[in-house]
């Protein structure tokens, strides 16, 4: 079935490339099967860098950047244009350097790994913490509120609150699994409640409701709480310039 499916994907991405007349550079596996916390029925959420003829690229009228290939119960398939990609790497795009790192690989080429390689030093890290921060937050106070909750949601909140952790202590780009972050050194405590949620939704429904877990609540309360007050005391790391950039966009398109 797995290979049945990555053929499925490799057919979709050469239609790709054939109807939209580009060439894809990079195509990876985002979301949840990407961190290994997927369910038997989760959907494949894959992801594409993409690059058009150069005579494109200097056209008056703006061309769209990005390509929304499909989406339905089994596969949700899109892509950026190289230049977006270039651009959002300029502003520290967490979800852009996740996609950067993903485990799961469909098609990757010599031209992303040099586009990769410069792009690396634009990675922000309070950028990649307001990110992770936000995105633990808003799953915290949507789902993690009552007194059952689905377990699932404890990890789409832990997972981006121990990214900000790795950031924090490393000073670098996060692994995207969830079991990667895990192996940073965490209270006893936690994680052994970790592991027994963990368990429990192993044997249980993504949809069934269990009962809130002090231990794992509180740990993500005042994290969210920590980074929110951390971030404001940090200053901009952002990388201002551009040459490296523009220069790889143009190496590029000269092929």
Not at 3 to 12: A, V
Not at 34 to 54: H, L
Not at 63 to 84: A, H, P, T, Y
Not at 174 to 199: A, G, N, W, Y
């Amino acid at each position: 079935m797995v290979s049945d499916i990555r053929n499925e994907i490799l057919d979709k991405l050469s239609e790709i490339e054939e109807k939209e007349n580009v060439r894809i550079i990079y195509a990876v596996e985002s979301g949840s099967r990407a961190w290994g916390v997927e369910s038997p029925d989760s959907d494949y959420d894959v992801r594409f860098i993409y690059i058009r003829n150069k005579e494109d690229y200097l056209k008056l009228q703006e061309m769209r950047d990005v390509i929304e290939w499909q989406l339905d119960n089994v596969l949700d398939i899109n892509g950026w244009d190289l230049k977006k990609t270039l651009i959002q790497f300029h502003k520290g795009n967490a979800t852009l350097f996740e996609w950067a790192n993903s485990p799961i690989v469909y098609k990757k080429s010599d031209e992303w790994q040099v586009v990769y390689e410069g792009a690396k030093k634009y990675f922000s890290k309070k950028i990649a913490l307001y990110h992770y921060y936000g995105t633990a937050n808003n799953t915290f106070k949507q789902y993690l509120q009552d007194d059952v909750v689905r377990y699932k949601k404890y990890i789409y909140a832990l997972r981006p609150l121990l990214a900000c952790k790795y950031i924090e202590d490393n000073h670098s780009i996060p692994p995207v699994r969830f079991d990667e972050l895990l192996m940073q050194k965490l209270p006893e405590d936690l994680s052994d409640e970790i592991d027994k949620m963990l368990d429990i939704k192993s044997r249980s429904d993504e949809k069934d409701l269990n009962p809130q877990l002090p231990v794992i609540k509180s740990y993500i309360e005042n994290e969210i709480n920590r980074y929110e007050q951390l971030i404001k005391t940090m200053d901009d790391d952002r990388t201002a310039d551009w040459e490296t950039l523009n220069k790889l966009f143009l190496e590029i398109l000269e092929g």
